[in-house]
């Protein structure tokens, strides 16, 4: 069965760190595709990200970056400088190819302060 | 373009009761999906609907149901109410055929508290 860990559970910056949010997952399949999602206050999940398993190339948003290492399972999420607009929930997801189930993290609370 | 809208977006109950919450997808989407988010267990899948059929569904009782309208508009329904029911239910929809394998755009929610 597959899982996806976040295992920070908050995270507090100042404002114009640099931070890094940490997400592994486990499957055995060969075909899955990799998600972040943004959820403040107001309660929608934002798409940030998708990334199939075919495909490690790092990627880099504004401020936002990812690395996808299959080596360690793991799909980081990196923001730079960050802002107080930053401050939210984040969630790791993964959808196995064969399914259309995703399987969330817990999610990791950002806070950045002024 | 209009986003994914759920109503309403408050409701309070009371145990035994059940309950109906709407989903209106954005123009075009026929995939959607819903979701239950608590403290204890985070964010669960629901089911999904795809073109009026439940295409998958997750690990929850039968107390939960739901269905998908011709207009892609969904609803679900949650019947004898338990207190462990309280949630934020989210709706979400994609495009294409993929479903949550591709981009998923979420409503607000419905912040059900069953008392």
């Known amino acids: 069965a597959q899982k996806v860990t976040q295992a920070q559970t908050e995270i507090s910056v100042v404002e114009k760190e640099d931070v890094t949010l940490d997400c592994v997952y486990e499957?055995?399949?060969?075909?899955?595709?990799l998600f972040w999602y943004k959820q403040p206050p107001s309660g929608e999940l934002v798409f940030l990200i998708r990334r199939n398993s075919f495909d490690e190339q790092n990627e880099i948003s504004g401020r936002y970056s990812w690395n996808f290492q299959k080596s360690t399972s793991s799909f980081n999420f990196t923001i730079t400088a960050s802002q107080v607009v930053d401050s939210a929930v984040y969630f790791c997801?993964?959808?196995?190819?064969?399914?259309?189930?995703?399987?969330f993290g817990r999610g990791t609370s950002l806070i950045v302060h002024p | 373009k209009a986003g994914v809208t759920q109503t309403p977006r408050y409701l309070i109950k009371t145990r035994g009761q059940q309950v109906t919450l709407s989903c209106s997808p954005i123009?075009?989407?026929?995939?959607v999906s819903w979701y239950q988010q608590t403290p204890g267990q985070g964010l669960q899948f629901l089911f999904e609907?795809?073109?009026?059929?439940?295409?998958n569904k997750g690990n929850f009782p039968g107390r939960f149901s739901g269905r998908q309208f011709s207009n892609s508009r969904s609803e679900m329904n949650v019947s004898t109410l338990e207190l462990g029911d309280s949630a934020l239910y989210l709706c979400?929809?994609?495009?294409?055929?993929?479903?949550?394998?591709?981009?998923?755009?979420f409503g607000q929610g419905t912040r059900l508290t069953v008392v």
């Open positions: 123009s075009g989407h026929r995939s």
């Open positions: 609907y795809f073109s009026e059929t439940q295409r």
């Open positions: 979400a929809s994609s495009p294409g055929t993929g479903g949550a394998r591709t981009e998923a755009f």
């Open positions: 499957t055995r399949d060969t075909t899955y595709y």
């Open positions: 997801a993964l959808v196995l190819g064969g399914s259309y189930i995703p399987t």
